[in-house]
């Protein structure tokens, strides 16, 4: 019985669409996704569920099924840096500041990078600098997928490895997060140019043959002023780590090829345990990139079952590892193996035409005329730093007693979903009108013209309170409780910690009395900043 190869495109746009699929089937059962449901079931398809957030202000978000986190926010993101062009310059002055106003489930070094580039401050030049060379998470191999489908008509295993170092050094600095991203990379660019079937295991041990590629130290002539940077502000000798990461990962690489030996005896999570995927190190890029490795390299003749057990192995890193493995599965299998049911998740045509602009000759070109075909068919399109974009529907979700979180769906011309939202306070009984006419994203051209010089976006408000409802600025500030209030705080998980009632007392005082930033006060006071921001709630 023969075996049709995919074509390159179909490989990449299976890719692609296997990525968003399996970040979107996983980010339910992510331990820190706050899904309000404590005991997500196992199935085949995409659910329904609620997200308790705090950002602008506490509120419940409703899933749909089929959407997903930032693992596919985050390649969309790298993949318009691409067809921009100067993509570095893209992605850290436009597309990371930006992604800040409708991130969903960011990672801790992730969102830190964004804030320091929304400030044009360079993460490792920060104020948070060791935290940034200590920053090992997988938030930089999740979104690598477009270099490799970009340098598909040109490969040169070489500059793509640069590529992908440029790309996860924007915003993490230790080797766990660039050799898993490599690693990563490289194990795609091999199945994209396989053109016969892959034996059983085969792609482990072109990993483990490929060593010098994804895990040759940086190159000083290009990378040497950062490690002269890094050399100041780390907590261990750059060199060395580096080489202990790629010394640990290929002895985890020989336990994956002896362990794909057993076949049908093959345990997975006994596997992913000594994969470190139910430590503390579950969302290290080193542990995701060879988690997926091995269960790609295990499900390659049955790519649905591939990504659906990462996705249900509660406990791990479950929607980057089920992303990253359904990456590998489409690069390998193309299109063809996707269910009809798993065709609805969030932006598949987007997926879809991203992946077709990033194989262009012209990506910039092509672009522009995708831009123009939209324009053309409907109105209402705003700018921003990351394209064009239209209001779909708004939304409103209560915050409490206090005010509702205003979440505006929008539409990039490209065809992808974002939400962005906005908290609004009242006193008394909601009287508020909206003005979705009013809806402004004054922000700069479309990716297909945009200029990493170009300024910064500014947003009119949608929800207009009546003078009435106006909380003046002027009166002294209070700290208000009632019963209800009370036991809405005591529900809420920050409180679930040990801390003083004196300790409160002063953040309260302080947050009257002042106006600094809750990162600030949570400095001082050694709390989280959600445990800050949770309290000024009730500071009027």
Not at 67 to 73: F, M
Not at 123 to 141: E, I, L, M, V
Not at 234 to 252: G, H, I, K, P, S
Not at 331 to 352: A, F, H, R
Request: net charge positive; aromatic share 8%; with cysteine.
């Amino acid at each position: 019985m023969s075996v049709t190869i995919p074509t390159q495109i179909e490989k990449c746009k299976g890719a692609m669409l296997g990525t968003a699929i399996g970040d979107a089937l996983g980010w339910p059962n992510e331990p820190r996704s706050k899904n309000r449901a404590k005991n997500p079931k196992i199935n085949g398809y995409f659910v329904e569920w609620t997200r308790s957030c705090s950002n602008p202000r506490y509120h419940d978000e409703k899933i749909l099924p089929g959407e997903y986190s930032d693992d596919t926010q985050m390649t969309l993101s790298v993949a318009r840096s691409i067809i921009a062009g100067n993509w570095e310059k893209f992605l850290a002055e436009k597309e990371l500041p930006f992604w800040l106003k409708y991130e969903r489930g960011g990672g801790g070094a992730l969102l830190k990078a964004a804030k320091s580039y929304e400030k044009g401050v360079l993460p490792w030049r920060s104020n948070y600098t060791r935290d940034y060379f200590n920053a090992g998470g997988n938030g930089a191999a999740m979104r690598i997928l477009p270099h490799v489908i970009s340098a598909a008509k040109t490969p040169n295993i070489t500059t793509l490895m640069i590529d992908i170092v440029k790309d996860t050094h924007i915003t993490h600095g230790h080797p766990r997060a660039i050799l898993g991203a490599t690693c990563y990379a490289y194990a795609l660019d091999y199945l994209l140019r396989k053109e016969t079937v892959l034996e059983y295991g085969e792609l482990v041990s072109a990993v483990i043959d490929g060593q010098q590629d994804w895990g040759a130290f940086l190159n000083p002539d290009l990378f040497g002023s950062w490690l002269d940077f890094a050399g100041q502000h780390r907590d261990f000798e750059y060199a060395r780590e580096w080489e202990t990461v790629c010394t640990n990962m290929m002895r985890q690489l020989d336990f994956i090829k002896t362990s794909l030996k057993k076949g049908l005896v093959l345990d997975d999570k006994s596997v992913l345990t000594r994969l470190e995927c139910f430590s503390k190190a579950n969302g290290a890029g080193d542990v995701a990139a060879l988690s997926s490795i091995y269960l790609a390299s295990r499900y390659a003749n049955n790519p649905s079952l591939g990504v659906k057990v990462p996705a249900f192995s509660f406990g791990t890193d479950t929607d980057t590892i089920s992303s990253i493995t359904g990456g590998l599965l489409g690069m390998l299998s193309g299109t063809n193996w996707v269910p009809t049911e798993w065709k609805v998740v969030q932006d598949y045509d987007c997926l879809i035409q991203i992946t077709e602009l990033l194989l262009s000759d012209n990506k910039k070109e092509a672009a522009k005329a995708e831009v123009a075909e939209a324009k053309a068919q409907s109105s209402g399109w705003r700018s921003s730093p990351i394209g064009r974009m239209r209001l779909v529907d708004t939304k409103n979700t209560p915050n409490g007693k206090n005010g509702i979180v205003i979440i505006r769906k929008l539409q990039t011309m490209l065809g992808q979903t974002i939400y962005m939202k906005e908290a609004q306070l009242f006193e008394n009984k909601p009287q508020y009108r909206q003005a979705e006419d009013q809806t402004q994203l004054h922000m700069q051209p479309t990716v297909a013209e945009a200029k990493p010089s170009q300024t910064k976006m500014r947003q009119v408000p949608t929800f207009v309170p009546s003078q009435k409802q106006t909380i003046s600025e002027e009166r002294q500030r209070q700290f208000i409780l009632t019963t209800s209030i009370i036991s809405d705080l005591l529900e809420k998980p920050e409180f679930k910690h040990n801390i003083t009632a004196g300790k409160v007392f002063k953040v309260i005082k302080t947050l009257i009395e002042t106006n600094n930033a809750s990162a600030a006060i949570a400095s001082q006071f050694g709390l989280d900043e959600a445990m800050i921001d949770l309290i000024k709630m009730y500071v009027k």
